[in-house]
């Protein structure tokens, strides 16, 4: 049975370890990203590689060390270096030593042949095609599944009494949609996630802010590599309304171009008229779409190094100034510290409530009386 085993991103490992077994292959699983994943990634890949690859390039060392055999991972298209990353992480890892394969899934609308052809190399079993095809479809569920109740802890987090208690009941709710398999198992726990994560105790009438997350999509989807801003944010207060999930990202890459990318790209256009790799085009476009629906603000994630990013942020300063939204930027890297993040992120949320609630503020109003 070939070892297969993938890039860890959020909780989506779930939904690719049960896919991976189905189809006949034995799962190595990647782990969470640690100090140790990203030591691995900056001792092995080149100096200036974006912060994704490096921890990419942790990951698959750590796996190979585990015993992995196939390496399952996406492409990238557009002018960036998302699309060598399969072949370049291959001839590191083959000049460490490790025998390991490199699958590299394109984009399925764009390259249907070698989608199936790369499908067949991970179905061991020769199952037939309407048997892999539910496999597909089961998988398909979960990731919904998944990513619906992630969106939910968003809007609780900031409402709820106990700090802390959205996360504890995710942790567990996240347990019950990995052990489900079935069809109807997997709806069962997908509803029950959700229910009980709405049952959280929370406060109805606190006013939250509500934050726009963009960027590029390893340093969205991972919590590890962004240090868990969105919780840090949901403990501040912020409800956020992150702009990619691996399900969003999926149907665009697999069918065709949603309505809502559609949007985004127009929006993006007055600003930034080509493609320019990576996320950058989405980010602006984006940002624009959370200005024109009152969001508080927008935080924006990019990789240190990241070009389309760098581009997106220098962008940005206009996108801010013309629809009256803050931006805030994160560049991230192995030197990234959380307390030094945190503190940007209280000033930040500070910031939109004096925008937002000038006049109720305690302090606003001292000085009016002193008038
Ligand atoms: S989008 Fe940015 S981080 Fe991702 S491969 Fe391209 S340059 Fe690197």
């Not at 929370?202 to 802010?209: F, H, I, N």
């Not at 999930?245 to 999926?250: A, E, I, N, S």
């Not at 801010?320 to 939204?325: F, T």
Request: hydrophobic share 40%; glycine share 8%; charged share 25%.
């Amino acid at each position: 049975m070939p070892r297969v085993t993938f890039p860890h991103m959020g909780e989506s490992y779930r939904t690719f370890k049960m896919l991976m077994n189905d189809l006949g292959n034995e799962v190595v699983l990647p782990p969470r990203p640690s100090k140790r994943t990203l030591d691995h990634g900056v001792r092995h890949a080149p100096e200036f590689a974006c912060f994704p690859f490096k921890i990419l390039m942790g990951t698959y060392v750590e796996t190979c060390l585990l015993g992995a055999e196939i390496i399952v991972t996406s492409g990238g298209v557009g002018p960036c270096r998302a699309g060598q990353y399969g072949q370049l992480h291959k001839k590191i890892l083959l000049d460490l030593g490790y025998p390991v394969d490199i699958i590299v899934f394109e984009p399925p609308r764009l390259h249907p042949i070698d989608f199936l052809r790369n499908i067949q190399r991970l179905n061991p079993n020769r199952m037939s095609y309407r048997a892999v095809w539910d496999c597909i479809k089961r998988a398909w569920q979960k990731l919904i599944a998944l990513d619906e109740t992630e969106k939910i802890t968003h809007v609780v987090r900031p409402r709820e009494i106990v700090t802390g208690s959205t996360t504890r009941i995710y942790r567990k709710v996240l347990e019950w949609i990995d052990r489900s398999h079935s069809a109807k198992e997997i709806e069962e726990a997908h509803s029950s996630a959700v229910e009980a994560i709405k049952s959280v105790e929370q406060d109805p009438e606190r006013k939250v802010l509500k934050v726009g997350l963009v960027g590029e999509i390893y340093v969205l989807l991972e919590p590890a590599s962004n240090l868990e801003i969105e919780e840090t944010l949901g403990n501040l207060g912020v409800e956020v309304e992150r702009s990619m999930f691996l399900t969003g990202w999926t149907r665009e890459n697999t069918f065709s171009e949603t309505h809502e990318t559609i949007s985004v790209k127009d929006a993006a256009m007055p600003y930034i008229p080509l493609c320019i790799g990576g996320h950058g085009m989405e980010s602006v476009g984006h940002t624009v779409v959370y200005a024109k629906r009152g969001f508080d603000g927008v935080i924006q994630l990019a990789p240190f190094t990241c070009i389309p990013e760098i581009v997106a942020r220098t962008i940005l300063t206009s996108v801010s100034k013309e629809h009256g939204i803050p931006v805030l930027t994160f560049f991230l890297d192995e030197q990234t510290g959380k307390a030094g993040m945190s503190t940007r992120l209280e000033a930040f949320v500070d910031l939109m409530k004096r925008k937002k609630w000038q006049d109720e503020l305690p302090e606003h109003n001292a000085v009016k009386k002193g008038q």
